[in-house]
């Protein structure tokens, strides 16, 4: 069994990792951290662990922690990048679901994290954890940088027509919509249900963080600069992400050929489905599941392609694609603990 910590276990992204890797046939949960419920009984916290779980929040001990054969990190950003470097030391393999060590230049990243980053060596040696992209490398990781949330569905959408070159790479648009669950578990006044309740916002359309993330993958598969608009927005939802992306051939081309790239580059991949085109992709159909679902369309003689991209941010875009990174790691069924289904309706 590979021993797991958990830091950061009251958010919704570590509860959401205690519940896929209740039932995970390889992994026992060794350790869970919360500041603030130190001593309370897991079980207590969260009825439905209960019966799963004989254990109870610890504060983050580190000497604990590296106990650990792999530790996540559910914790905000600036959190990670101060305890990894003693953990990998340790031997402890590591998975972070915060940003600290998502972006390449750290310039970069201090500008939009506001804070300057503290493990500059780390951050040039993780490696992304997009396992579509990089599973090879996941495989001898210490340290894994799980994607954002926005991010993971973006860039799945977009890969095949970046890495086939059929798209003009200058002028992409990501038009993204995420249910309240992306912004965490902590109290704030904008994400109550009366103030996001019946309503639909754009936000961060000036320009939000995960744009530097976004462009960082879509650069890598497209082999140079790309320009993309990236908007998020906010629904009176809790799970689930739709981006809706935009991109213009440069040439003409049939939609079986569009078709046909998509089904070729995902034909392997156990947690992107490539739906028949024209279909349009729900939030329901991921809801609770490691999958991103997605479709392509194209109107009359329009040469933008649209590819409507849906995942579970807790899950693809958070707590199950850093356990796929860790099946990965490990050399585990990379299904494990990750083959339910969505719930659906
Ligand atoms: N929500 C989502 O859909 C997604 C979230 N993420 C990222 O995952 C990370 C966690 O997100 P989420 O679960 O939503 O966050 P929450 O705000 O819901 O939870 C944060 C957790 O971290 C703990 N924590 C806070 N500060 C510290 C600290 N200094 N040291 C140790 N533990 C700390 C908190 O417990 P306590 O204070 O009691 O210790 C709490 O358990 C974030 O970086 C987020 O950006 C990534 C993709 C999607
Ligand atoms: C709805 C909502 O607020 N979503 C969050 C998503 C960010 C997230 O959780 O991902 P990171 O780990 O990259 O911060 C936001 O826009 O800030």
Redesign the pocket.
Known sequence: MIKVGI????????VELLRILATHPEVEVAMI?????AGQPVADMYPNLRGYYDLAFTE?DEATLAQCDLVFF????G?AMRMVPGLIAAGTRVVD???DFRIRDLDVWAKWYGMPHESAEWAGRAVYGLPEVFREQIREAQLVA?P??YPTAVQLGFLPLLESGLVNPAHLVADAKSGA??????GKIGMLHGEIGESFKAYGASGHRHLPEIRQGLELAAGGRVGVTFVPHLLPMIRGIEATLYAEVRDPVSFDTLQGLFEKRYANEPFVDVMPFGAHPETRSVRGANHCRMALHRQEDSPVIIVSSVID??VK??AGQAVQNMNIMFGLEETAGLAAPALLP
């Open positions: 830091v950061g276990g009251t958010g919704y992204t570590g951290t919360s500041r603030s419920e983050p559910a914790t905000p950003h959190v679901l915060s940003a799980n954002g949330c669950s992306g912004a965490g578990r902590q941010n807790l875009g958070a």
